[in-house]
């Protein structure tokens, strides 16, 4: 039988191996959220264009929207902490998933070729060229998230250090403990991001990243300050 002295040790080896499993898990999440999020924009373009929801004729509306994306990240991402030049970045990679994944492919010329067309494969052509259109506006802002990676460090930072002001505060004034509230705010934190993620990335329209991201950071920072403030008093 194992004694009680062996519960410490189990309980580090536990935290470890979830922190293992996290990481690894991280990769494959982040690309699932990435083409769950490209597949529900070329959807929701498709309808769009079938029924006439957009202003501008055809793949326009795509087209414009990029054009938009790409606008913000180019006049609002001159400084970054992980990049010395994060706009140029940004595009290179951006240019060569574009060259790889439509030029080389022939996808490219081969859209090219039924926009030459009338009739039946030139509306083909529009649903076609959405396609490249929205791929590229969802890269964009996948860029634009990692770009401002470090504000959500930083948030969870700010946020851990409050809470565990408040949790000493409470420890010592002999405050009320609430496993409830500590299991519900821990339980948010990856909601927040994957949701959070699939709405920004997945929108058909064109938005400032700060529309999202400001919002979605402060979420984020709270729930980090609640789950570590109502963290058990002893450990």
Known sequence: ??????????????????????????????????IVS???????????????WW?????EHARQT?????????????????????????????????????VKTGITSWVE????????????????????YVTLMTLTRCMILLLTSPLFLLVAIVGFIDGLVRRDLRRFGAGRESATVYHHAKRMISPIFVFGWLIYLSLPLSIH????????????????????GSYKKYL
């Open 66 to 102: 990029m054009i938009s994306e790409m606008g913000y990240l180019d006049s609002q991402f001159t400084r970054s902490i992980l990049v010395a030049s994060p706009a140029d970045f940004a595009n290179d990679v951006i240019n060569t998933i574009n060259d790889w994944a439509f």
């Open 38 to 52: 490209i597949l529900t924009s070329i959807v929701v373009e498709w309808i769009g264009i079938y029924f006439g």
């Open 55 to 59: 202003s501008q004729p055809g793949s």
């Open 1 to 34: 039988m194992a004694s009680s002295s062996d519960a410490p040790a189990r309980r580090a080896e536990h935290k470890s191996l979830g922190l293992l499993g996290f990481l690894l898990k991280l990769p494959f999440t982040v690309a699932w959220i990435v």
């Open 209 to 228: 990243p700060n529309l999202f991201l400001l919002p979605c950071a402060l979420i984020f920072g709270l729930m980090v300050s609640i789950t570590t």
């Open 113 to 132: 070729g039924l926009q030459a067309s009338t009739g039946w494969f030139g509306s083909i052509a529009d649903y076609a060229q959405s396609v490249v």
